[in-house]
């Protein structure tokens, strides 16, 4: 449902946003702006392109048509030789035009076809990449010489008769190159060509991503997106194999989200490829600071000074109003900033109202407008991303009705505080409230705990109370105080001190802890499980399974009706397709428990169970 608002008016006060915002689109020469979208209709806006434009003398020969020369006996051998020259050479590129800052050596030049994906793969005219620590030198040259390599792209000089141009950073020079050969007839680069919004933080950051486009196509344009669980060219969605996306690989994915019509693209990054000038090649409009400021220990910039400097100077910073760190590092930039909050001052500001049964009401603020929002998201305890998207949707010009009601379709996302249940009524009312999440750090972690026991909490205080006839009357019977459970899966992959900060947490947070391995660590689950046990002061209250299945049936067969089990960890995340597999191996197990009557042995005596280690197959 839209409304036929005139934006103009709604947002004359924030004049100033709209301007910067604005502004930023003015170099953008093919997309559908934002901007130009009003009362639910899209405006596509070419800048002065159009048919009547076009004439018909400009239409070029396809490369592949070797133009008529006319034939002469005396030189038909050379015109032949030159119509074949232009037919090949129209496809090449100078290495020297898309680098100009590259040295060169073995010659001043290379002329390539394209980039070779290997050098064992190579055809003649093709440019290979030497990438340190991967490639063998003495067989990448051997290999290129056989194959008539045009040239090598390297950042040290080979001993090799080809000619080299030396970069001090081989994945940013292929980034550059290819955002050069992707630029269109006007000179726009991909990412130049639609409205880019890049998310940084440390949690939160695949949720804000989905709400965003959810706010975004309701006004009405096709939106791209790149997130840790799927990416979307603004048409089709796909579940990639391939890991997160940055430098040539992003672009080549920005440019077809711009040939497919997209209007915005909205990029999740990756900390490690935004330290290691993964984004080098793309600069952002809008920003989106989610999460905490991160905390590091090592020397140089933190990913969100990285990021800050990949927006254009009249681009949007949109960062949480309470978080001082960033507030300090944003000051420095000297950008545009839009501030967003939960239950505090903001420029757009998300009051709550109430959080009952996993469903969130609350009121979106933004100067004299207020809407009002009911979210099932994430059980509730996304608030927080939901107050980012809306931030964007405002400096978008979209109006806080229509924000509120595009946020309320979104119910949940995969492995994001996700309520898991057994199809079968009957079961599902006697077995705990399950839930799944992905977490990853123990801060997630221990945000997710602390917010489910908050809202057992005031589901036990909301209940009802329980009568019962006596002897001496109707007296009111004591109800037993849910328990919140934890099965934590622990990967190889994390160090020895996120171990030890799960251990403390699974002591001080859950009131019953199980300990389980993805099933790839089965073999270091020993390792693993001492590591976890370094952060606990009382071992004996911890239980260790290394089977992840048995473990989860342990805990929900163990859990009472009212208390709830918390799944966490064991997800690979290295790309969407393995995170969606693992997500649907936990749900498939979670939701296929049967109803049972068998109970883990009770302690009537109030000692503490003893530490066990179960292996299911010793």
């Known amino acids: 449902m839209h409304h036929p608002i005139n934006r103009s008016v709604e947002f004359s006060s924030s004049k100033f946003f709209a301007e910067a915002f604005c502004l930023a689109k003015s170099r953008r020469t093919r997309h559908p702006s934002l901007s130009t979208i009003s009362d639910g209709a899209s405006v596509w806006s070419s800048e002065g392109v159009s048919p009547a434009d076009i004439d018909a003398e400009t239409v070029e020969v396809p490369p592949n048509v070797?133009?008529?020369?006319?034939?002469?006996?005396?030189?038909?051998?050379?015109?032949?030789a030159d119509a074949a020259e232009t037919d090949t050479t129209s496809d090449e590129c100078s290495l020297k035009d898309l680098l100009p800052k590259a040295r060169f050596f073995s010659g001043e030049n290379i002329v390539f076809s394209s980039i070779a994906e290997s050098a064992e793969n190579c055809t003649p005219g093709q440019l290979v990449v030497y990438r340190l620590g991967v490639d063998c030198p003495d067989e990448l040259i051997s290999q290129a010489l056989a194959r008539g390599a045009a040239g090598v792209l390297t950042e040290q000089i080979l001993p090799a008769p080809l000619p080299q141009c030396i970069v001090s950073d081989t994945d940013r020079a292929l980034a550059e190159i290819t955002a050069n050969q992707l630029a269109d007839e006007t000179g726009a680069r991909p990412d130049q060509r639609l409205i880019t919004v890049g998310i940084v933080g440390d949690s939160g950051k695949s949720t804000t991503a989905l709400c965003m486009a959810t706010v975004l196509r309701?006004?009405?344009?096709?939106?791209?997106?790149?997130?840790?669980?799927?990416?979307?060219?603004?048409?089709?969605?796909?579940?990639?194999?391939?890991?997160?996306?940055?430098?040539?690989?992003?672009?080549?994915?920005?440019?077809?989200?711009?040939?497919?019509?997209?209007?915005?693209?909205i990029i999740e990054l990756n900390d490690q490829a935004l330290r290691s000038g993964g984004y080098d090649s793309v600069q952002f409009d809008i920003l989106v600071v989610v999460g905490r400021s991160e905390r590091r220990n090592d020397f140089g910039p933190t990913s969100l000074e990285t990021a800050i400097e990949r927006v254009s100077r009249e681009g949007v910073l949109v960062i949480p109003a309470s978080d001082e760190?960033?507030?300090?590092?944003?000051?420095?930039?000297?950008?545009?900033?839009?501030?967003?909050?939960?239950?505090?001052?903001?420029?757009?500001?998300?009051?709550?109202?109430?959080?009952?049964?996993?469903?969130?009401?609350?009121?979106?603020?933004?100067?004299?407008?207020s809407a009002l929002l009911e979210s099932m998201l994430g059980q509730g305890l996304?608030?927080?991303?939901?107050?980012?998207?809306?931030?964007?949707?405002?400096?978008?010009?979209?109006?806080?009705?229509?924000?509120?009601?595009?946020?309320?379709?979104?119910?949940?996302?995969?492995?994001r505080c996700e309520r898991i249940s057994n199809p079968d009524w009957d079961t599902a009312q006697q077995q705990p409230e399950m839930i799944l999440d992905v977490?990853?750090?123990?801060?997630?972690?221990?945000?997710?705990l602390r917010s489910i026991r908050e809202l057992a909490g005031q589901r036990s205080e909301d209940a009802a109370p329980i009568l019962s006839f006596t002897k001496k009357g109707l007296q009111q019977q004591n109800q037993r105080t849910p328990k919140l459970w934890c099965v934590l899966a622990v990967d190889r992959c994390d160090s020895a001190e996120t171990l030890m900060l799960y251990g403390r947490l699974l002591e001080t947070m859950p009131d019953h802890c199980v300990l389980t391995c993805h099933p790839s660590s089965k073999e270091q689950f020993l390792s693993l499980s001492h590591g976890v046990l370094d952060g606990v002061e009382d071992c004996a209250a911890m239980r260790l399974v290394a089977d992840q299945e048995r473990a989860?049936?342990?805990?929900?067969?163990?859990?009472?009706?009212?208390?709830?089990?918390?799944?966490?960890?064991?997800?690979?995340?290295t790309s969407p397709q393995s995170q969606r597999g693992d997500l649907a191996r936990l749900k498939e197990v979670m939701s296929g428990i049967p109803s049972t009557e068998v109970k883990p042995l009770s302690h009537s005596n109030g000692k503490a169970p003893s530490l066990k280690l179960f292996h299911p197959d010793a």
Do not use: K
Request: charged content about 15%; overall charge negative.
């Open 439 to 448: 977490a990853g750090t123990p801060e997630r972690l221990a945000f997710l």
């Open 382 to 415: 996304f608030p927080t991303s939901l107050a980012a998207a809306a931030a964007v949707g405002v400096i978008t010009h979209n109006p806080l009705v229509q924000i509120a009601e595009s946020l309320s379709q979104l119910r949940e996302v995969p492995g």
């Open 66 to 80: 070797i133009p008529h020369v006319p034939v002469d006996a005396t030189n038909t051998a050379s015109n032949l």
């Open 218 to 265: 309701e006004s009405p344009c096709r939106v791209a997106y790149e997130t840790d669980l799927a990416h979307s060219d603004g048409i089709g969605t796909e579940v990639s194999a391939d890991a997160y996306p940055s430098g040539a690989e992003l672009l080549v994915r920005l440019s077809e989200a711009a040939d497919s019509g997209a209007a915005v693209s």
């Open 325 to 369: 760190a960033v507030n300090r590092a944003v000051q420095e930039s000297g950008l545009n900033v839009f501030t967003y909050d939960v239950d505090s001052a903001a420029d757009l500001s998300l009051q709550t109202v109430r959080n009952e049964d996993g469903c969130l009401t609350a009121m979106i603020s933004h100067e004299m407008n």
């Open 552 to 573: 989860i049936q342990w805990a929900v067969q163990g859990a009472g009706a009212h208390d709830t089990v918390v799944v966490v960890g064991a997800v690979d995340r």
